[in-house]
């Protein structure tokens, strides 16, 4: 599956002339709703289905800073999950090159904030989220 | 009264090493909420009493850059009113030189969506908010 | 000209569960910088030139509430200049209603903090900018 | 040693009506600096010593939402550290309780990229940060 792209825009770098740290963990949730989206789990759907995901844990790992105008590639794929609790991993490039790795753990819960299992409820679905590859496996 | 101050931080810097004017919108946000609590009107009972203040406009001009670890001294005062519109001023200040001054326009509304002339409703902390003076007066 | 589409992101909402309004300053940053680079005036050739072009005042008037998902469509156009100053207007549409219309204005300087005439300096450009269309017009 | 406040802004809810995930490395930041200010390593000092301390990694463990108008108190500690590299612990709580807890990495150099050991070029200024206790502790 095609990455999602971020371009990075001036507000988001900071003193040093780089972007600054904290939007990386913004980057990965515009590229998790962007690839949920395209995998038949957009936001009007999740709406629908009065699904939500909250994020309980992130890690982010700065290998290379970006800066202002850089085209950042954000692949996602599943790096691990249990019946209730999955957790994506995040692989960033500019140019080829590893900027950043990353990893989200998310629970998800209907609209009465019962944990829903999403591989038992949408097999599909989660069958087409375990299919998405690290660039870097 | 005394004025508000934002220190400013690091990711509220950009790549020419000031604050990014983005930011000045969300500092006067920060200004209104603290003065407005402080002349008895602040988040708490606004929930309780169902009081909504979007913002219809804001105007802000940049006379003066401000960087990392500056305190910008925020002083807010009533621009100008109809029943149901308030003109907010904001004047601020680093080590006082004015760097910038803007104006943001509210309407109230009830948790029915309804307008709130809060003049009618609440004279007294009407009254105390047009007794706030902008510095340059 | 095509109009530049800003996606509106989960993290750029608030508890109103609208668009949180200083975003729009920050997408009007990145449309315009996106048609200056259309226009031929791309980040690699400002820097190259040591353009720099500061923000000296943002005005802006929210119409219509925006949310997540929302795609805004942002024309930009050149409101009125003089030889030193170019104020720049904002036309956002969602579904063809206008939501927000703004304004900034920039003045232009080189390295050495000179200001500078785009009108004299680059005047291909310059006339690629005013060809620009509100499409309020 | 005293926590560093935050108080939630609006700004910083997002449509689910809490504090977006993203801005608690934000917070990590303020509290990060405010006390290395309070310690003797404010931003005045590192600057004429052209110290620079690039994050290398973030975790973050979101326990508790919280929401605008909410005071986090924020407590900074020494968890681990190399001669090169340190890990600073961070416990936020509100009301007493634990809403998130963080870690984050960072290496220091000075004004040439040279890596600094700052147990000996400030020993002292080493001691105080390793003093620091996490309250959970």
């Not at 982010?60 to 794929?77: E, G, N, P, S």
């Not at 957790?87 to 944990?115: I, K, L």
Request: charged letters at 25%.
């Amino acid at each position: 599956m095609e990455p999602y792209v971020h371009l990075v825009q001036y507000y988001e770098t900071d003193a040093m002339r780089i972007t600054h740290h904290s939007n990386y963990i913004r980057f990965m949730e515009e590229a998790r709703t962007d690839y949920l989206e395209r995998l038949g789990m957009g936001y009007d759907r999740m709406e629908a289905e009065g699904l939500r995901s909250p994020v309980m844990n992130v890690e982010c790992k700065y290998l290379k800073t970006t800066t202002y105008a850089d085209r950042i590639q954000i692949y996602l794929y599943v790096k691990s999950h249990t019946s209730l609790k999955i957790e994506f991993g995040y692989v960033m490039q500019v140019d080829g090159e590893v900027v950043c790795t990353a990893s989200s753990w998310h629970c998800f819960m209907d609209a009465n904030h019962r944990p829903v299992s999403l591989q038992q409820r949408y097999p599909d679905f989660f069958e087409r989220m375990l299919a998405l590859q690290s660039p870097l496996a």
